[in-house]
């Protein structure tokens, strides 16, 4: 009897579940049509994808290597032949800029995405359960996040040594105290709610109710804090890349070649302008989305860290 | 939870990012090269007449840019900037001139002893002090006794070789050495040998960074009249100056900037007369302007690209020989040194030496096919995946970039580790990494290079190249008194490090220095702290 009232119970709980994620599919087709609504995340979502399709297809649209150095060429400024100028070592700016695209988007899109796996089960856990467990967790996120990012990047890859792996566990380390207050955060607004209770009553699993009862209720802030934290990621890649800790040269690393550019400034300024410009519009684009996104989805403003 | 406040603030932040790189590139460029210097060899003798020129006749105050100094004591100065200005208030015993040659400055005419292991020297007479004390035999023997004996001093090894140094009269001193060397008198002129008065505690500096104007007393041809630290360092022509006519200006003005790119600002602007820290880039951008004088100078500062070779895959010469075939030396001098400074031939013993430096053994040309057959045979027919490891400090970054686009056509891929000089020096990691690159100070005579870098129990031996024909060599070289056997010496080691030694220099550094069109006398040396403002004057 227990057995069947048990099964039922996940049936009804499938169900709840299903429903949940057919009205969030809907919502996000919603706002996928919502980002193309508004000329701001039009824009936004315009210029993430086509940077995101930088990154997949750069290789075929560069016209050189991203090291390629042409003797004869060096310091040359922007013309037909070199779009973005050449740079001190007679690199094509726009092969560099185009094939470093990926570089940033990788790093700071795969980062972030660890950041928001590994944040949000935290989240869940620790907002789940609280009592000590969630002070402990909390309290030592509070010390990480009492630090500023760069700083504790620059920490971190005191002891890691600078790499494109150390920039990545950088990221993730950095925005995943955040991430995981975001979701703790809802959470703990969640857990009381007749559905997570009804569960909890019905004797679901511990990963069943953290994943498919609450898990769902956390996706639209998710969605909104992980483009904001991509965003701060490819700040973060490409402050790395400019203090020159980050990725290694000759790397196209778009921070990398600011760095670059900017010792060479006099002679070559558009070494600098071309790459700042990406990272600047970039960043741009993808907080328009975010922005829009917060507004489509309804992520409740009172929710704090 | 990120709040809408909180997007629209990175939106801010991003778009002002153009516009704050764009700032900060007009701030600090890339640091000169921090080198220490010491000079070649010279024959003896000379003269510098004493006397005075009518003070209506010095004209004009030179306003030079320079970094902010930390040590004013002589002895303990190293940076360009301390050097230049100690150089101007003190005199050196001997000085060495544009051309690397040793000539007299407070020693007006030196001998030699037979065996070589004394030497002579007759000091200048009518010279003073700044505070009006006579200068005497007994200051020289005071300042050089400073500089060998007090622990910790940079100039305690180098005069370690000296076992008396005596007064020989009022105005001369005499000299004793333990062994011979031929380029004793070079260290005499090191940085540090300023002459200061007898028993100066500090070197008559006064506290560093904190003297007063009383406190820098020279014998030098400006005195200091106002001393502010960071900001400003004012001096006049010394009216007592001993050498005749000498200096032409009335006044020197030393201001101190924290970055090349506000210095070449202040040129632009008018509001410093002299620069000479800039990187390449900001001397190619003030080259052609009017108004202003541009020099530039090949020094031996290089950049050294060495692979241990007691260890795989240095171990194998056709590893070594493979990877000096895959490097197109000229390619790498025009595009990351610009034409300045000189190409490297694998040796550190560049074209500034004159006559130590040869040309008779060919750099063998650049050839990717054959480097890719000799790593085969050495066991790399799939090639070759190396590390190399640099300083992330001056150009050595393009040099990185250039050599793995190279190197990458014979096989050979790099992946490059660019690190701090805390870690680099501070970790011994320029001794120790199998593949590195690390740059060499520009020093006045090259035995220097091969005593620490090359003989086989150098203490700095990174490569651990040990042979037995170039360790003789280098002894030769280093103590002989004969010129040309020391001339004879020094072609042949350049032959066996271009044929067989771990070493690749691609290029040596260029120093550079502009000047305002209305002086005349400039002459910027290859280690610019030296370089000479007595015979700057104000353009007629």
């Known amino acids: 009897m227990a057995e069947q009232a048990e099964a039922g119970g996940g049936k009804a709980g499938s169900a709840q579940a299903g429903l949940a994620q057919a009205g969030l599919a809907s919502r996000f087709l919603t706002a996928v049509q919502e980002l193309y609504r508004r000329p701001a995340s039009a824009i936004g979502s315009t210029i993430f994808v086509v940077f995101v399709l930088m990154a997949l297809v750069g290789p075929f649209i560069a016209p050189y290597g991203s090291n390629e150095q042409i003797v004869a060429d060096a310091r040359q400024p922007p013309s037909l032949d070199h779009w973005f100028g050449t740079d001190n070592l007679g690199r094509d700016i726009f092969s560099r800029v185009v094939l470093g695209a990926r570089d940033v988007l990788a790093l700071a899109g795969v980062g ?43 920490l971190l890859l005191g002891s890691l040594g600078p790499s494109r792996n150390s920039v990545l566990v950088v990221i993730t380390v950095v925005y995943t105290p955040i991430v995981a207050r975001v979701v703790r955060s809802v959470v703990l607004s969640v857990k009381t709610k007749e559905f997570v209770e009804a569960a909890q009553v019905q004797g679901e699993r511990v990963w069943y109710i953290l994943f498919r009862e609450i898990f ?36 196209p690393d778009w921070g990398l070649m600011v760095k670059e550019g900017r010792a060479n400034f006099t002679q070559t300024p558009w070494a600098l302008y071309f790459p700042a410009g990406a990272i600047a519009v970039v960043v741009i684009g993808v907080n328009l989305v975010a922005d829009t996104l917060k507004q489509i989805l309804q992520v409740p403003s009172q929710l704090k860290r | ?34 080198q220490e210097a010491t000079e070649v060899p010279a024959e003896d003798g000379g003269t510098a007449a ?95 006794r400073r500089l060998r ?27 004793t050495l333990s062994d011979t060397n031929p380029f004793f008198l070079y260290d005499l002129s090191d940085n540090h040998a300023l002459i200061v008065k007898d028993g ?39 009216e007592d100056y001993f050498v005749e006519g000498q200096p032409h200006l009335a006044g020197l003005e030393i201001i101190f900037f924290n970055d090349q790119s506000a210095s070449a600002d202040a040129l632009r602007g008018g509001q410093i007369d002299l620069t000479m820290d800039l990187s390449t880039p900001l001397y190619e951008s003030l080259r052609q302007r009017d108004g202003l004088i541009a020099q530039d100078i090949a020094t031996n500062q290089f950049a050294n690209v060495r692979l241990r070779v007691d260890q795989p895959p240095g171990d194998d010469p056709m590893v070594v020989e493979a990877l000096k075939l895959a490097t197109n030396r000229e390619e790498i001098f025009q595009l990351v040194q610009q034409g300045y400074g000189a190409v490297g031939r694998d040796s550190p013993i560049g074209p500034l030496f004159s006559e130590y430096y040869t040309e008779e053994t060919g750099i063998p040309q650049r050839d990717p096919e054959r480097a890719a057959e000799l790593l085969a045979e050495a066991g790399y027919p799939d090639g070759l995946d190396l590390e190399l490891v640099l300083l992330d400090t001056l150009n050595f970054p393009d040099l990185a970039a250039v050599l793995k686009q190279q190197w990458s056509e014979a096989g050979i891929h790099v992946e490059v580790n660019t690190v701090p000089e805390s870690v680099f020096y501070g970790e ?13 100070g520009h020093r006045p005579y090259p035995q220097f290079y091969l005593d620490v870098m090359l003989a086989c129990d150098a203490k700095w031996n990174a490569t651990r190249f040990c042979d ?53 006398g400039f002459q910027i040396k290859a280690f610019s702290g030296r370089t000479d403002f007595r015979q700057i004057r104000l353009a007629e």
């Open chain 2, 149 to 175: 004996d007090t622990e910790g001093l940079p100039t305690a090894d180098l005069y370690s070789n000296i076992t008396s140094i005596e007064a020989a009269g009022e105005l001369a001193v005499t000299f």
């Open chain 1, 112 to 154: 972030t995405l660890a950041a928001v796996v590994l944040g949000t089960m935290v989240g869940l856990v620790s907002g789940y359960y609280g009592g000590w467990l969630d002070e402990i967790v909390m309290r030592f996120f509070d010390s990480l996040l009492s630090l500023p990012a760069l700083l504790l990047a620059l």
């Open chain 2, 428 to 440: 011994g990691q320029w001794l120790d990494v199998p593949l590195g690159i690390v740059g060499w």
């Open chain 2, 468 to 520: 037995e024909e170039l360790d003789e060599l280098i002894a030769t070289a280093g103590t002989t008194l004969d010129e040309q056997e020391r001339i004879d010496a020094y072609h042949e080691i350049q032959r066996i490090l271009i044929e067989r030694g771990p070493i690749m220099v691609p290029y040596f550094f260029a120093e550079y220095g502009v000047i305002s069109d209305r002086f005349e």
């Open chain 2, 1 to 34: 939870m990120a709040t809408r406040g909180n997007g629209r603030w990175i939106i801010a932040a991003a778009v002002v990012v153009l516009a704050g790189l764009v700032l900060v590139s007009c701030g600090p460029g890339t640091m000169t090269p921090g």
């Open chain 1, 216 to 251: 769902p209720s956390t996706l639209p802030a998710l969605a909104v804090e992980g483009s904001l934290r991509f965003s701060y990621a490819i700040f973060l890649v490409a402050s790395l890349g400019f203090l020159g800790v980050g990725v290694q040269p000759p790397s």
């Open chain 2, 50 to 144: 004493p006397g005075e020129m009518p003070a209506a006749d010095r004209q004009g105050t030179l306003r030079v840019s320079a970094f902010p100094i930390a040590q004013t004591d002589p002895a303990q100065i190293s940076s360009d900037a301390e050097v230049l200005i100690a150089n101007h208030i003190y005199d050196y015993l001997v000085d060495v001139d544009a051309d690397n040659e040793v000539v007299p400055r407070l020693a007006t005419e030196w001998t030699r002893g037979e065996e070589g292991l004394t030497y002579e020297f007759t000091l200048a007479e009518g010279v003073v002090f700044h505070d009006g004390t006579p200068f005497t035999a007994d200051d020289v023997v005071y300042t050089f």
């Open chain 2, 200 to 238: 100066s505690e500090d070197g008559g500096a006064g506290g560093a960074g904190s003297a007063g104007a009383n406190d820098f007393n020279g014998t030098g041809p400006f005195v200091v009249q106002d001393y502010e630290p960071g900001n400003r360092m004012v001096l006049e022509a010394n």
